[in-house]
């Protein structure tokens, strides 16, 4: 099948754009020193979370649990869940998980503590606990050092529970402060005698700049996996690597200047960037989709010297990625103009 005999709207993913994606970020943190472990929910795919592993990821992230059970019968076999997990019926399948992989979570409170202390008792598999930090991003997180250690005492005195470490989510170019805030945890946590056996870092828009924070071991990007509009304005790559589109088809032209394209906010998500409009459309960069309503997509072609006519498919860079592909049940992987592969988005709306 070719690219045009697709019905849209339709997610394309360009596989060698996804090749080199994965592979310039690995070879960016062997260069530094520091681990991978990707952050699955751009793609939700297990054949590209295993892609990511054989090039070297020590494992993969998971934001919750749907995802990571998708991804251990995908065959994954070490997944960090950096979530606060709370409630029976959850913590009941946390330890279901936690038999048949290797896997780890996060904690920003003792109710979150002594919940998987309730579940966890066996100190011969105990459950690694890393503690999330807050160093600026305003979202989940201990508040300051003193947390930290209370929170990294507790764990460490329950039989069925591990101190592993500190996590963060970190806020774009704040490097410095996030280096500060760490190193001051990992000082209070070794002067109580703690050991601090691994720092998780993530986010993709500062992935190249992660060789700053030297108290971080391992890094979460995400989004790289794909890149997208966001991304590009946060000048992490250029729209030649954005490897998703969503491929449209313009099924109106109301006006000279105006066209309505089949796929609105239930495809392209309704995420804004730091640039107009809700997508890039290839191939006409000064039209802007200005509009989403839920099936259609408006596009002002005033400003472009050619436009695109009634029947003509469009290729979309999504202002978002990881939200667009929540919105998919399949994907068709490409390679030049062809088709090779339509897969299911496995692990889509595993919101729990």
């Known amino acids: 099948m070719r690219i045009t005999d697709l019905e849209t709207p339709a997610v394309v993913i360009d596989r060698?754009?996804?090749?080199?994606?994965?592979?310039?970020?690995?070879?960016?943190?062997?260069?530094?020193?520091?681990?991978?472990?990707?952050?699955?929910?751009?793609?939700?795919?297990?054949?590209?979370?295993?892609?990511?592993?054989?090039?070297g990821a020590i494992g993969i992230t998971c934001q919750k649990l749907g995802e990571a059970e998708v991804m251990a019968d995908g065959g994954l076999e070490d997944i960090f869940i950096p979530y606060n997990i709370l409630g029976?019926?959850?913590?009941?399948?946390?330890?279901?998980?936690?038999?048949?992989?290797?896997?780890?979570?996060?904690?920003?409170?003792?109710?979150?503590?002594?919940?998987?202390?309730?579940?966890?008792?066996?100190?011969d598999h105990a459950l690694p606990v890393l503690i999330e930090c807050d160093t600026g991003m305003g979202r989940c997180g201990v508040q300051d050092v003193e947390e930290v250690v209370a929170l990294a005492k507790r764990i460490a005195g329950a039989p069925g529970l591990r101190f592993q470490g500190l996590m963060t989510y970190p806020p774009r170019g704040r490097a410095l402060e996030v280096e500060a805030w760490l190193q001051r945890a990992v000082e209070a946590l070794e002067a109580e005698g703690l050991s601090v056996e691994l720092i998780s870092n993530g986010g993709t828009p500062d992935m190249y700049e992660i060789a700053g924070i030297t108290t971080a071991t391992e890094y979460r990007p995400g989004t790289y996996v794909y890149s997208d509009r966001m991304q590009v304005a946060f000048g992490h790559r250029t729209l030649e690597d954005c490897a998703l589109t969503v491929l449209a088809q313009v099924v109106s032209r109301p006006t000279?200047?105006?066209?309505?394209?089949?796929?609105?906010?239930?495809?392209?998500?309704?995420?804004?960037?730091?640039?107009?409009?809700?997508?890039?459309?290839?191939?006409?960069?000064?039209?802007?989709?200005?509009?989403?309503?839920?099936?259609?997509?408006?596009?002002?072609?005033?400003?472009?010297?050619?436009?695109?006519?009634?029947?003509?498919?469009?290729?979309?860079?999504?202002?978002?990625?990881?939200?667009v592909s929540n919105l998919f049940d399949e994907v068709n992987l490409v390679e030049g103009d062809d088709v090779v592969e339509t897969l299911p988005v496995a692990a889509r709306g595993r919101l729990s």
């Open 256 to 323: 000279d200047d105006r066209a309505v394209i089949d796929a609105g906010s239930k495809a392209l998500a309704a995420d804004i960037a730091p640039v107009p409009g809700h997508g890039h459309v290839v191939g006409y960069p000064e039209a802007v989709i200005t509009t989403l309503s839920e099936e259609h997509g408006v596009i002002d072609l005033s400003e472009c010297s050619r436009k695109p006519e009634i029947g003509e498919k469009l290729h979309i860079i999504p202002n978002h990625v990881c939200v």
């Open 16 to 55: 060698a754009k996804v090749e080199a994606n994965l592979a310039r970020a690995q070879a960016y943190a062997d260069q530094h020193g520091f681990k991978l472990r990707p952050h699955i929910k751009t793609h939700k795919l297990p054949i590209l979370a295993r892609r990511q592993v054989e090039l």
């Open 88 to 123: 029976e019926a959850k913590l009941a399948r946390l330890a279901a998980l936690h038999e048949r992989i290797r896997v780890s979570v996060t904690a920003d409170s003792l109710v979150t503590i002594d919940g998987y202390a309730g579940h966890f008792t066996d100190p």
